[in-house]
């Protein structure tokens, strides 16, 4: 049974880059998504992980379980970046102002496409960890054979 | 048959399945901030009873338990995904070779119960 | 005719063959010194396996290779003294 914990660490790791990732191809993708005059339209997103501290004053084996499931990561929430709109010169445009200039989400395309890679790195990651976490079960199968 | 070897062997087999998952804990945590990557006491509990005592008793007291990495020169530790990668090969192929040993250790005995007739 | 038997050479001769010093003694002798190499090799491979355990450096293959000895010298000697009981046995049922 505590290899379903491995699998399970690995599980939730897995599913915190793959939010990540999510949410950068997301900022990506409304890169040039122009927000209204009244201001309604798309504010870049970023991704908010954490983990509860966990304090144990003694040792044993239950403490170790409990130790590890609150260590797993967990999206702590999905919040709006601090950014201001960039300004973009489309003159014709219907939602532009009197200057011509149309508003669109800051977006740092090279901040995206870096949080793009990072996750994609850290997933392998656990899938790498979530694969020989499975061989060593299927080992500890073969004993005595 | 002597049987300290396959006491310590299976304290190994606890220790390197709980290294596992604070390896893995570590991987999945390599992007939060904040994070202080996790360890397993094992082989100081082991290097603290002395090498001749390692028998019986002495042994009980040994158990695996996961901790935080200590600060080293005073900076908080932080997740490396290169290095912990590299620790998971390295405790993969360790829990393996314990597990093959063990196995081919115990079956010696075997002999002894299936062949010996008479 | 049937020559008397001391005509057939020096029978001290063929003593002296049994009990030459550069010959291991006895059968006994030897199954204890295969029982003793089997004990040694058992403890090798029991130290082996503490040291992989402890994260001490041993070679793996070192580790494994004296599991396999300590399994064949203790084959052997299993073998060996069932080839005797065997033996043992036969001769118990032999008609006189």
Redesign the interface.
Same mark, same amino acid.
Not at chain 3, 45 to 50: E, F, I, P, S, W
């Given at each position: 049974m505590d290899w379903l914990t491995s699998f399970a660490i690995s599980g939730a790791g897995m599913k915190v880059e793959q939010t990540r990732f999510n949410v950068a191809a997301l900022n990506l993708a409304n890169a040039n998504a122009v927000i209204g005059r009244d201001g309604a339209g798309f504010r870049p997103l970023s991704v908010i992980t954490g983990t509860t501290n966990y304090s144990a004053p003694f040792k044993s084996y239950m403490q170790n379980e409990q130790m590890l499931a609150s260590y797993a990561p967990r999206i702590q929430g999905i919040v709006e970046q601090n950014v201001s709109p960039r300004q973009i010169s489309m003159p014709g445009h219907p939602e532009a102002d009197d200057k011509g200039f149309v508003q669109v989400p800051g977006v740092n395309s090279t901040l995206e496409m870096l949080n793009i890679i990072t996750a994609l790195r850290a997933y392998e990651g656990n899938v790498v960890a979530m694969n020989a976490a499975k061989s060593m079960a299927q080992k500890a199968l073969d004993i005595g054979s | 048959m002597p049987t300290e070897g396959m006491a310590i062997a299976r304290l190994a087999l606890d220790a390197a399945m709980l290294r596992h998952q604070a390896i893995a804990s570590n991987i999945a945590n390599v992007n939060n901030p904040g994070y202080v990557p996790l360890r397993v006491n094992f082989e100081e509990q082991l290097a603290s009873v002395a090498e001749n005592q390692r028998s019986g008793d002495k042994l009980q007291g040994i158990t695996p338990f996961i901790e935080q990495e200590s600060k080293s020169n005073g900076l908080t530790p932080q997740v490396a995904l290169d290095m912990e990668i590299v620790k998971l090969n390295m405790n993969t192929l360790h829990y393996q070779a314990l597990l093959r040993a063990i196995s081919r250790y115990t079956s010696i005995e075997g002999i002894a119960i299936t062949e010996g007739r008479r | 005719m049937i020559d008397p038997i001391a005509a057939y050479g020096n029978m001290e001769s063929i003593g002296n063959v049994a009990t030459n010093a550069t010959r291991s003694t006895t059968f006994i002798d030897w199954m204890g010194a295969e029982l003793t190499k089997a004990n040694g090799a058992? *403890?090798d +491979?029991?130290? *082996? =396996?503490?040291k =992989? +355990? +402890? *994260?001490e450096p041993v070679a =793996?293959h070192e580790?494994?290779l004296s599991?396999?000895e +300590?399994?064949l010298q203790?084959?052997l000697v299993?073998?060996v003294?069932?080839r005797i =009981?065997d033996t043992y046995q036969d001769l118990l049922k032999m008609q006189i």
């Open positions: - | - | 058992i *403890n +491979a029991d130290v *082996n =396996l503490k =992989l +355990a +402890a *994260n =793996l580790v494994m599991i396999e +300590a399994r203790f084959q299993t073998q003294r069932n =009981l």
